[in-house]
């Protein structure tokens, strides 16, 4: 008897394991009350994976497979994956000679470790690059840059290449035409969105005590459940949100939670597509129809999923378990409350917060140049905003949620993933969008009540990270234009930055 463990981000019903049903195999699906607790986790996130993996139990049965699909309600449980397992595996041999366990390569350290030597690893079949990819690729190197792995991946997977082998376009990178800022006159997409009724499910983790944070959305559930919705899904962002969005990627706007952003990736992160299916209809609707499909568009979006998120899996399995620990700038601040409610006077973050929790999805410059941004002024400790991140959001699985989280955003890393910090002032948030104007604070003002608290934080930032940041080539300009400040204005900028520091939580 062979038992398959199926872990919640492995639905892909497309994997060589479900090409033939066989008598001697189990299926194993668990819910787990330890994964559910181990980060504050979004209602909305539990329920899109409970529902997957329900989803997706029942059709690996109606193709003829056994499957065990044990809820938290069900008699047998025993809580942990690892405990399950030997539950299930001591039950099957009761009526087998033998019991061999399989399971497809867990993306998260925690989970690799826990199953290492229990049973026999296979493929998981969905990454375009091996684990160890991007260690081998910048094997000796101190800087890992991002740029050099995409070029790699885009010759050795042969997308966007013309005849001769050359970038199409004449570029490898068309990121300077995708830069606009948010033009409150646009029309974005209508949101593709399923509709399932989740209120049994919800019930069931109320029922076990899993602590409720965000909006659940049970009565309509709008993430998809299966490989056709996320094939909907995908086929409704290239009709409808391709065009633009390489123009307003990193554009902030109100009163639009996804302007032209995909929402693909919670359907690539639990495997219901696989990325080399998204790149091609990328690609080939741009071959189809060039003038209604941009390159820097398709290029801006392509470099997303072909570099981007292969190299940040590629960071993870090379640092593990180490990256978890790095903490740069030796930043300890807790969070304060207001990043659980949203309840905060700063209009750009009570929006951004405010819709993760109502939506459990903020696109990228929300989560580096809005949250991320204000976490790395304010010298928030990384550990903790590890667990905000991997909780709120959707998509959030610790491969892709922390070299993002630690590395891009925090620069935890010391600068393995970036060159320099993404910090900003008041003034990048403004260019990029519409928020400030209704905003309790004015983004014009460095100091004073009234003054936008990213501005003087900023300066701050840079004024006590000096000894770290100072010889970083791509920082060295910020330094000579502090020294060239007038030495009170200086002094006041720190005066209300260390204000807001000490009154964060009235911000
Ligand atoms: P789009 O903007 O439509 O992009 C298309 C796809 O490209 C995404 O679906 C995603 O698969 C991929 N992608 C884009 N940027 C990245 C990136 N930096 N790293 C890896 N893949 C990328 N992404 C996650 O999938 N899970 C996370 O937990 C996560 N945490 C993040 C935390 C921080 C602090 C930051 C700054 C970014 C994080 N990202 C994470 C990356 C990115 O923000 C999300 O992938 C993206 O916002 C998801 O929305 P979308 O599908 O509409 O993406
Ligand atoms: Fe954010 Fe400052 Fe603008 Fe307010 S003024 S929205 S705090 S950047």
């Known amino acids: 008897m062979i038992l398959r463990l199926v872990l919640g981000d492995q639905l892909n019903p497309q994997h060589s394991w479900f090409r033939e049903v066989r ?3 189990v299926y194993a699906l ?5 994964e559910l607790r181990y980060a504050p986790h ?8 409970l529902h997957g993996m329900q989803q997706f139990a029942s059709e690996l049965r109606s193709k003829g497979h056994q499957v065990e699909h044990w809820t938290l309600d069900d008699p047998r449980q025993k809580g942990s994956l690892r405990a399950n397992l030997e539950a299930l595996r001591n039950e099957l041999a009761k009526t087998a000679s033998s019991v061999r366990l399989e399971y497809q390569e867990p993306d998260e350290y925690r989970v690799d470790q826990d199953l290492l030597g229990l049973g026999t690893r296979v493929p998981s079949e969905h990454f375009l690059t091996e684990r160890g990819a991007v260690a081998s690729h910048f094997a000796g190197k101190k800087t890992y840059l991002m740029e050099s792995f995409y070029r790699a991946m885009r010759v050795r997977h042969r997308v966007l290449l013309d005849q001769a082998d050359q970038p199409e376009g004449g570029s490898w990178n068309f990121d300077s035409d995708n830069r606009s800022a948010w033009d409150p006159k646009q029309a974005v997409p ?4 399923a509709h399932h009724d989740l209120r049994e499910l919800d019930a069931r983790l109320d029922r076990h005590r899993i602590p409720r944070w ?6 309509d559930f709008p993430w998809p459940a299966h490989r056709r919705e996320a094939l909907e899904l995908l086929e409704h962002f290239v009709a409808h949100g391709l065009t633009k969005f390489g123009r307003f990627q990193d554009a902030l706007a109100e009163n639009h939670d996804f302007l032209f952003h995909s929402r693909l990736s919670f359907a690539l992160n639990t495997k219901m597509l696989h990325p080399r299916e998204v790149i091609d209809a990328v690609e080939s609707a741009w071959r189809r129809d060039p003038q209604t499909y941009p390159l ?5 979006f392509i470099r997303q999923i ?9 960071i993870y399995w090379a640092k593990m378990p180490e990256y978890a620990n790095l903490n740069y700038f030796n930043h300890q601040r807790p969070l304060p409350q207001w990043m659980y409610t949203g309840k905060t006077q700063m209009r750009c973050l009570q929006v951004a917060i405010g819709q993760s929790l109502r939506t459990a999805y903020a696109h990228h410059i929300q989560r580096l140049m809005v949250v991320g941004n204000f976490a790395l002024l304010a010298g928030f400790d990384p550990r903790e905003l590890d667990a905000w991140y991997l909780g709120i959001y959707i998509d959030a699985i610790e491969w892709v949620e922390m070299p993002n989280t630690r590395g891009m955003s925090q620069f935890a890393d010391g600068g ?8 900003s002032s008041g003034a990048y948030i403004h260019k990029q969008g519409n928020h400030c104007g209704s905003c309790a604070y004015s983004v014009t003002e460095k100091v004073g009540p009234n003054a936008c608290p990213f501005n003087a934080l900023y300066w701050h930032f840079y004024a006590r990270n000096r000894d770290l940041l100072e010889r970083n080539p791509r920082v060295g300009m910020v330094y000579r234009t502090w020294d060239k400040m007038n030495p009170d204005h200086r002094e006041a900028l720190l005066e209300y930055a260390d204000l807001n520091l000490n009154n964060i939580n009235l911000l």
Do not use: N, S
Not at 42 to 49: I, P, S, T, V, Y
Not at 306 to 314: F, H, I, M, P, Q
């Open 23 to 25: 008598t001697d195999v």
């Open 190 to 193: 209508t949101e593709w969105r």
């Open 416 to 423: 393995i993933v970036g060159t320099k910090p993404y910090v």
């Open 306 to 314: 072909l570099g981007w998120r292969e190299y940040v899996r590629g």
């Open 214 to 219: 965000g909006d659940a959305l049970a009565d």
């Open 30 to 34: 668990f819910e787990c009350v330890e």
């Open 296 to 300: 820097p568009a398709v290029e801006g």
């Open 42 to 49: 979004h209602r909305q996130k539990m329920l899109a994976f």
